[in-house]
């Protein structure tokens, strides 16, 4: 659970390692800031501690907008557009989806148990008259966009929200490739790494994977 920064309440959130953001918009504010240095209206401010004064008595690059606010980098227009680009982006078509090989490595994908947290298949609804060019899509993301403890071997010790060290969202397997390095750290080389590097309520799964 997050607080939407724009309306204050409490929300369910679905972006970020550890589903820290409930919406593209502020996910890609977050990033815009935390890892560009770049203002927005929701992250009006730069991503420094006290003790960096460099930064803080730097010229940001911030345009006065006319409207009376304090001038920021990202004006609400490209912070509009970024998120309409980032909603439709397409991911990577699936490659070799009815070889032999990848049937079988399906089956036991779902023998494993892998399937009860990345999920594999959503049907998009058609309520929402904000994102028309999603209504009625079939989507395959492989992910359950919710928090899981992951165990000791991929806690970070990073707490966000309610998300503790060892807590992560289901990244989505839509797209994966065939070389890493994978994790939300990179610490994996190769997929059968970052398998059993699962534990906490993926132990199970991992546990048939390596006896598999």
Not at 205 to 210: G, I, K, M, Y
Request: proline content about 5%; hydrophobic content about 30%.
């Amino acid at each position: 659970w997050v607080m939407d920064p724009q309306t204050g309440k409490t929300a369910l959130g679905r972006f970020g390692w550890k589903a820290g953001q409930k919406k593209l918009l502020t996910q890609n504010q977050s990033a815009f800031n935390e890892d560009m240095g770049l203002t927005s209206r929701i992250r009006p401010n730069e991503s420094y501690t006290p003790l960096q004064t460099a930064c803080l008595n730097a010229t940001t690059g911030a345009d006065d907008q006319g409207d009376g606010k304090s001038p920021v980098e990202v004006s609400d227009e490209v912070a509009r557009f970024v998120e309409f680009y980032t909603r439709n982006l397409a991911v990577p078509h699936r490659r070799d989806a009815d070889s032999e090989l990848v049937l079988a490595g399906k089956k036991r994908f779902y023998e494993i148990g892998c399937q009860s947290c990345h999920t594999p298949r959503y049907e998009l609804p058609k309520t929402d008259d904000d994102h028309l060019e999603q209504h009625g899509q079939v989507i395959y993301p492989y992910t359950d966009l919710l928090l899981h403890d992951m165990g000791d071997q991929l806690a970070d010790g990073i707490e966000m929200g309610f998300a503790t060290g060892r807590e992560f969202r289901t990244a989505p397997l839509w797209g994966i490739i065939a070389t890493g390095p994978y994790l939300h750290d990179g610490r994996a080389g190769s997929i059968e790494e970052a398998i059993t590097l699962h534990g906490g309520e993926a132990e199970e799964s991992r546990t048939r994977f390596v006896e598999s």
